[in-house]
């Protein structure tokens, strides 16, 4: 039989093949259950489908553009660190010298800028990890059905990148491309300016 039950102030109906998509392994009813056992697995069930439902709620709140992931190995002080912005103010705070203006860097580097506008190291080599080869920036922008990834590898021996769309090999004109119809203002002088005065705190 179906039975209804409220979700964040919606009624949904539940059916056995809507408990049967949610549940895996010991979550599966079984004959011989106790109203107690029933009920535990029911709030996990309701859990699941919270939770899914609020995932979905927060990816549609970002908008076009946006920054939803940022990977970094290998870049600067850190090894390997990824990162989930949210949709809203995002604020990058600690005491000197933990890597907050790295993480703007590694943005603005990963987005296509040029190393002179940071006023920071004049070769892209330079942002590789003491130590190591070669680094990479992985950023994931919000965009119209799949989110566009853009990848930069760093190499330290020949001072190169190397950029990747998707996925796919890409050259830094396509890459700039695909930032600028997402009305990412990279070459915007206000935003230079302001990254600058940043890097400097």
């Not at 919606?10 to 106790?34: A, F, N, V, W, Y």
């Not at 995932?55 to 970002?62: G, P, Q």
């Not at 090894?79 to 604020?91: A, I, K, Q, W």
């Amino acid at each position: 039989m179906s039975r209804r039950s409220r979700l964040k102030g919606k009624e949904i109906l539940e059916t056995e093949s809507l408990s049967r998509q949610h549940s895996t392994g010991d979550d599966s009813p079984s004959e011989g259950e106790s109203a107690l056992e029933k009920g535990v697995k029911r709030i996990k069930l309701d859990e699941r489908i919270s939770q899914e439902t609020s995932v979905a709620t927060s990816s549609n709140r970002f908008q076009i553009g946006s920054i939803v992931r940022v990977c970094l190995k290998n870049f600067v002080t850190y090894d390997s660190v990824e990162f989930f912005p949210g949709p809203n103010l995002n604020m990058i705070i600690g005491p000197n010298g933990t890597g907050k203006s790295t993480i703007v860097c590694a943005i603005a580097l990963g987005l296509g800028w040029n190393t002179s506008l940071l006023g920071r190291a004049k070769e892209i080599s330079d942002f590789v990890k003491h130590g190591q080869e070669r680094a990479s920036i992985e950023i994931e922008l919000k965009s119209k059905g799949r989110n566009a990834v853009i990848t930069r590898m760093i190499r330290k021996s020949n001072n190169m990148s190397q950029w990747k769309l998707n996925g796919q090999p890409a050259t830094h004109r396509e890459v700039s491309n695909k930032v600028n119809s997402l009305n990412i203002q990279v070459d915007n002088l206000w935003q230079v300016s302001y990254y600058r005065d940043f890097l400097k705190l």
